[in-house]
């Protein structure tokens, strides 16, 4: 069965015991962890505590983010990469998830896929790297990330798809989770509703089929072939106006996600892999 979890980053502004009391009591089946500037994201001792008292289990640690957390495990992003693995580690969580780099981060861009190939290693977790979008600035398309913003083109093992940024970045998320095939190992649950060629420039996260993205059709594919990654709601429920909104908002997006994965009494599909070697 796939796992549905919630990533904390859903329950913002609350704090991180309020993220996985809401995500218990909803039913997720665990939690990802946004690392932030709370400094008990970056505690192993008090993550695993809240897990066993909650009784959700961290399914996934989420790398911080540079124009977030600019300061969080100092200024490497390699060595917060690091961290992040040995924190996957020590929680027990089996994935990591990883944005591509930005362009100006010049050494690191460089040998970013070697690198997440050798903390992979090093430390036996997966390092999944998430699909992000094209930046445009009055029009203009700006090339932010390095390699690029697509793991579909990159030489990665492991890929996180994120419907929010496909939306943003126009690209058909059914086709970018068959393009990515076997390397699909980590899904962030969501929506969006406009891409950046008709003048979107903020990623929604919004509740799934509240948007465009074939949202459902990618998961029931997903449960056809039998894939053994997390399913993980990252929802901006920032501007609910209510804790029984957001409550709304979070419970909708996991009725929509074991509806989506209830698949029963039809024949398994092979991977896209194995339907071209056929």
């Known amino acids: 069965m796939i796992s549905v979890g919630m990533s904390t980053s859903s329950a913002f502004p609350l704090g991180l015991e309020q993220a996985f009391r809401l995500s218990a009591e909803i039913g997720y089946d665990g939690v990802e962890i946004m690392v932030t500037n709370d400094a008990a994201t970056h505690s192993a001792s008090r993550l695993l505590e809240l897990a066993a008292e909650h009784g959700q289990p961290i399914l996934s640690i989420h790398a911080p983010v540079l124009l ?28 990591v998830v990883a944005h591509p780099p930005f362009r100006w981060q010049s050494g690191y861009a460089e040998r970013f896929l070697d690198i997440v190939r050798e903390i992979s290693a090093r430390h ?12 445009k600035i009055a029009g203009r398309s700006m090339k932010m990330y390095a390699p690029g913003w697509d793991p579909s083109d990159m030489e990665c093992a492991a890929a996180t798809l994120d419907f929010s940024h496909a ?20 899904v962030h649950l969501c929506d969006g509703s406009r891409s950046s060629d008709d003048g979107g420039i903020f990623d929604e996260h919004l509740v799934p089929g509240r948007g ?7 998961l029931r594919e997903l449960a056809l072939r039998d894939w053994s990654g997390s399913v993980v709601a990252e929802v901006n429920t920032k501007k609910a106006g209510s804790p029984d909104a957001r ?17 029963t009494g039809v024949r398994r599909l092979p991977a896209p892999q194995e339907r071209r070697s056929a």
């Open 247 to 263: 409550l709304e908002m979070l419970t909708e997006t996991l009725a929509f996600a074991r509806d989506a994965l209830r698949v």
């Open 124 to 135: 036996g977790v997966t390092i999944a790297i998430e699909n992000m979008f094209p930046w």
């Open 167 to 186: 939306s943003l970045s126009g690209r058909d998320s059914l086709e970018l989770a068959r393009a990515l095939d076997t390397r699909l190992r980590h």
């Open 68 to 95: 977030l957390t600019h300061f969080v495990w100092g200024r490497d992003p390699k060595a917060k990469l690091e961290r992040t693995a040995e924190l996957a580690v020590a929680t027990g969580a089996p994935t």
């Open 212 to 218: 465009v993205e074939p949202v459902a059709a990618v």
